[in-house]
């Protein structure tokens, strides 16, 4: 029956980091620009073909400001300042820049496909280093360059709408020896879809096919802001800032200023919010309530905590506790609030599994799990099932780019007649039951907590830079009131809690600690640095001398959680010969990392590296995620010693078989150049013997290294996540330091 169907409600969480730095105006990273034309707007066009699937899409309002200026042409950022470059003018940084971080895309679904990509790709080879860019950029000509400044514009414009549009699909055609002309019609292209996005959310609301929600104007932890001592309570052992964050009043100018733009750019209160990474607390509750907000939402794990009732599921992972898809509200300090819960699986089944699925079985897949939802619900009308994802990183890992999944996601919900997709704020609005949650668990939706964002020493630090900062401007205006220079410097004042507020955002503590790296974590740190130092100079004084240093050290080295403590010799075979040979060996677990939804395993290849010595050699051993079974397709791996020299070991598998190099970088010379060949075998893992003699090695010494995995279709891995292993070569004593039976 049609008034039985189970309510589902999609958001789709579009967010981007503010990337302008402060003192040049400049966008450093292109993301906002290339999720604008690749993302933001069909994400939203696509229900024109499917008007009943009703969905609730959060735009964070510093994404909103920023996706204003690039619609207007006034954005400055630095990777299209390169691409307007002509080719016949590029500089050799210019060059090197290309040659590093114009193939940022999706190798198998956007680079790939187009013949020409794909030959500059493998002309430049795997590695993005910048020293690898200078030493190869003699191989490329000036219509290279100019290819690869279109193409890496060209591929991030989403694929359906460089189809319907004549330009871009003869551009794309074309493939090669493009024009200046083509490169200049091309830029113009991605300010005019920029141009089209927010009208058509505004259009999208006004025929109620979709909710627009709001998240605090910079994306900051909210309950962070109101008390770093949060942190504690999913984290009680967790070492904290220097000094407490208790600033309420920053967290309710962050919610007040996104519901002010809002309003401003859809000519409405915004209903719904979505905290920043789904980050809740009884804290701010009524600080988002009192702001006439009507609903939040966040993860199921935060709903068992604050419930104290587990979320069980069976084998498949489908669940079967009805608590989790019921409304429910949450009161503080007399103010009260709708909330609702994801599924946390059915989530990550789009942002992170069915990428490697055919289209049309991931979507049956989908609908049958939303199927057994309903059937397990004696009034499925009652009930809403969130699925809250991240909105733009996860399809440049489908291919054409999501549309064949979603299509076929959105025809069978609307033809399902069990099933009715909602905005949240509709099925709210329909339904009034509520279930009461006497406290909410403070936590995100990334493991009930705040790890990623305070903890760490590097996060902690960022902390103090931010409260440090605001103590000095805080002192410095209540110098200045009751006098006539007050008034005289409101607008300084202004700018400088700007960039308070700027630096409280969450996205470039994502990026300290260790659970995160990217090719950009040097941009991330010292944007945030110029937030800061940028207070001080507005108020006139001189910043720590600490500000100026990076908070996020890439030269750190880590020593494993397992060393070795014997001697090994393993037969060189690609199987575990036997149980004994690598006992005692040194273990690297797999570092768990992934995109907005932090996932804990996002594709990857490598479950674990055992390494270990005998008196003449280094042993590796590559062991393949459990879920791959005996993996036979090709991938690679390059072992950079950096101490005690510089020297690269590269090994090539294909299925049973295992090629491995050593490679040295001659005193003077750019090139790399082979040294020796090193014993490797394939077959359930992969093994390697390096002699101490061919990497310079003596007993007792420090070794120094990083692996750097690329897995083909499953992605490319570097361990650790940033900076160096640290190994402790064997010396006469090894043995009787750390023995075992």
């Known amino acids: 029956m049609t008034d039985k169907r189970l309510n589902v409600a999609f958001l789709w969480h579009m967010h981007q980091p503010l990337y302008k730095d402060p003192a040049t105006g400049e966008y450093t990273l292109p993301w906002v620009l290339f999720h604008a034309t690749k993302d933001y707007y069909d994400m939203a066009a696509i229900l024109d073909e499917f008007p009943q699937v009703h969905q609730t899409f959060n735009v964070v309002p510093c994404l909103i400001e920023q996706i204003e200026e690039y619609a207007s042409g006034r954005a400055k950022d630095k990777y299209r300042r390169i691409s307007t470059v002509k080719a016949t003018e590029l500089a050799t940084d210019e060059k090197a820049f290309i040659l590093q971080y114009f193939f940022q895309a999706n190798w198998e679904n956007m680079i790939k496909p187009i013949p020409r990509y794909f030959d500059l790709l493998k002309k430049r080879g795997v590695s993005n280093d910048r020293e690898e860019a200078f030493s190869v950029m003699r191989w490329f000509s000036e219509q290279d360059f100019l290819d690869l400044q279109v193409l890496f514009n060209l591929i991030w414009i989403d694929p359906l709408i460089r189809q319907n549009d004549r330009f871009l699909s ?116 009524p600080l988002v309530a009192g702001e006439g907000v009507g609903w939040i939402a966040t993860d199921e794990e935060i709903l068992s905590n604050s419930l104290k009732r587990p979320v069980r599921r069976d084998s498949l992972g489908n669940c079967y506790d009805p608590f989790l898809y019921k409304p429910y509200v949450v009161e503080a300090e007399g103010k009260s609030i709708d909330i609702v819960f994801r599924d946390h699986v059915l989530s990550d089944l789009i942002g992170f599994d069915y990428a490697r699925m055919d289209a049309n079985h991931a979507a049956s897949d989908f609908v049958g799990r939303l199927t057994h939802i309903h059937g397990m619900l004696e009034e499925p009308h009652e009930h809403l099932v969130s699925v809250i994802l991240d909105g733009e990183n996860a399809w440049e890992h489908f291919r054409n780019d999501g549309r064949d999944f979603l299509v076929a996601l959105y025809s069978k919900l609307s033809d399902n007649q069990k099933i009715r997709c909602v905005t949240i704020n509709e099925f709210l609005s329909e339904n009034k039951k509520r279930e009461r949650i006497d406290r909410l668990f403070a936590g995100s939706w990334i493991s009930h907590n705040f790890k990623i964002w305070i903890g760490h020493i590097e996060d902690n630090t960022a902390w103090d830079f931010i409260k440090d900062a605001r103590d000095a401007l805080v002192e410095y205006e209540g110098s200045l009131k009751g006098t006539p220079e007050y008034d005289l410097k409101k607008n300084i004042l202004a700018e400088a809690w700007e960039e308070i507020y700027a630096s409280e955002g969450s996205d470039w503590f994502w990026w300290y600690g260790e659970d995160h790296s990217s090719m950009s974590d040097e941009d991330f740190d010292s944007l945030f640095r110029r937030h800061i130092k940028r207070v001080y100079a507005l108020i006139g004084m001189e910043s720590p001398e600490a500000v100026d240093f990076p908070i996020s050290s890439e030269i750190k080295s880590y020593r494993p959680p397992v060393e070795p403590k014997a001697f090994i010799k393993p037969v060189i075979d690609g199987q575990i010969t036997n149980y004994f040979e690598w006992l005692p060996a040194g273990r690297l677990e797999r570092t768990y990392f992934g995109s907005a939804m932090h996932k804990e395993i996002q594709g990857g290849l490598i479950e674990s590296i055992s390494y270990g010595f005998s008196k003449e050699s280094i042993f590796f051993r590559f062991d393949y995620l459990a879920e791959l079974g005996e993996y036979k397709n090709s991938w690679s791996a390059t072992i950079s010693f950096t101490q005690p020299k510089n020297v690269r070991v590269t090994v090539d598998v294909e299925g049973l078989s295992a090629k491995a190099a050593l490679f040295e970088k001659e005193q003077g010379k750019e090139k790399w150049v082979k040294k020796a060949v090193v014993e490797a075998a394939s077959e359930s893992v992969l093994e390697l013997a390096i002699p101490f003699s061919e990497i310079g090695v ?44």
């Open 698 to 741: 003596a007993r007792g010494e420090e070794i120094r290294l990083y692996i750097n995995i690329n897995g083909q279709e499953r992605g490319v891995e570097r361990w650790p996540v940033k900076g160096y292993l640290l190994f402790q070569a064997p010396d006469d004593d090894f043995e009787q330091q750390d023995w075992i039976v």
């Open 170 to 285: 003869a551009l794309y055609k074309k493939g090669a020896n493009f024009t200046e002309d083509d490169k200049a019609k091309l830029l113009d292209k991605q300010t005019e879809i920029a141009g089209m996005i927010l009208p058509k959310y505004r259009e999208l609301i006004e025929k109620g096919i979709i909710e627009v929600s709001t998240t605090p104007y910079y994306h900051p932890i909210l309950p962070l802001l109101c008390d770093s001592d949060s942190a504690k309570e999913a984290m009680p052992g967790a070492l904290l800032p220097r000094k407490r964050f208790m600033h309420p009043e920053d967290a309710l100018t962050q919610i007040r200023r996104g519901l002010s733009l809002y309003e401003k750019t859809f000519g409405q209160r915004a209903t719904g919010m979505w905290p920043s990474e789904g980050s809740v607390s009884m804290e701010m509750v």
